[in-house]
């Protein structure tokens, strides 16, 4: 899995153009999109999306992986960690290390780290209660659990794409039958929450199944809601400058149209109603400070929100999907 180091490092040597932000959004709506797919759309060749991708891959600045539907994300936690400044960079690393953290990322100011934990109720429960506090250099922690997703990463989509082609680009319909996967198929999951893009021979030949028989699962698993996907990439690449965590205080009788209304917003990739100060948080990517303040004011002022604290991110140590 991708470490920070070489995340950082590669995002500061490439660049991207129009072309692979389009390709880059393509991915976000369907991160299995066959090559040839992608190119009919957006009017290339399918050497030319073959290229940009290997590009982007090889770079390590783009993942596609299979995650879970945002219901399952109730429940997780998110800590917002007080360091002493001297030891931020290594309980940050700490934190990323751990499989059942999803997300790290470090605020601007250098003493807050906002991580999202995954675990279970007993690993996070150890964490809280025992590991954190033995820890000397974290001098305190909130904890905010999940309660309702509105939208998170795999919701979010760039503006690179017509309403058309986005729509040409989505995977067929949800079936209405419930598929009950099999241990087959849990291992093409698997298999594919490393790397969305395995082609079907790599799955068959990692299976044992015939490259026929894993069509047809992956198909039956696509049209059953399964095989959601979600494009790791530092938003910058993509002209985003701004990266930001918002833990808004809302009255009751508002929480939920807030919560809808922020997920609708171009800008947010994660919003959730959570326990603990803020009862919504939200994370948005936008282009510059004036675009945040914008944001605020004219965004979060109609919603009836009653505190807001905005938190600017200055380096994220593990993102959303990234392979550790």
Request: proline residues 4%; charged residues 20%; aromatic residues 2%.
């Amino acid at each position: 899995m991708q470490d920070s180091g070489s995340a950082h490092t590669a995002d500061s040597v490439v660049s991207l153009d129009g072309l692979d932000r389009r390709i880059v959004g393509a991915l976000q709506v369907d991160g299995r999109a066959e090559t040839s797919r992608i190119a009919t759309v957006l009017g290339v060749s399918a050497r030319t999306v073959a290229r940009r991708l290997t590009r982007m891959r090889d770079a390590r600045v783009l993942t596609v992986v299979r995650t879970v539907v945002a219901e399952q994300s109730v429940g997780a936690t998110l800590l917002r960690v007080r360091v002493l400044r001297g030891r931020l960079r290594a309980i940050a690393d700490s934190f990323a290390r751990r499989p059942d953290v999803g997300s790290v990322d470090i605020v601007v100011g250098g003493e807050e780290i906002d991580v999202l934990v995954t675990a279970g109720p007993a690993d996070r429960d150890r964490l809280l209660f025992h590991q954190l506090p033995a820890t000397g250099a974290i001098t305190s922690t909130t904890a905010h659990s999940v309660l309702h997703t509105f939208a998170d990463a795999a919701d979010w989509r760039t503006d690179a794409l017509t309403p058309g082609e986005a729509a040409a680009l989505a995977p067929r319909s949800q079936n209405t039958t419930a598929h009950t996967p099999d241990r087959l198929d849990l291992r093409l999951l698997d298999l594919l929450a490393e790397d969305a893009r395995l082609p079907h021979t790599a799955l068959a030949q990692r299976t044992g199944a015939s490259e026929s028989t894993v069509r047809r699962r992956l198909r039956h698993l696509s049209e059953g809601g399964m095989l959601r996907t979600h494009v790791t990439i530092n938003p910058r690449l993509l002209g985003l400058a701004i990266d930001a965590n918002l833990w808004l205080e809302v009255p009751p009788a508002h929480l939920h149209g807030a919560g809808q209304a922020l997920a609708a917003h171009p800008y947010t990739h994660a919003v959730a109603a959570t326990t603990g100060p803020a009862n919504l948080v939200a994370a948005l990517y936008c282009p510059d400070l004036q675009a945040l303040y914008d944001f605020t004011a004219n965004v979060l002022g109609p919603l009836g929100i009653a505190r807001a604290e905005t938190n600017v991110i200055a380096e994220t140590v593990k993102r959303v999907g990234a392979r550790q």
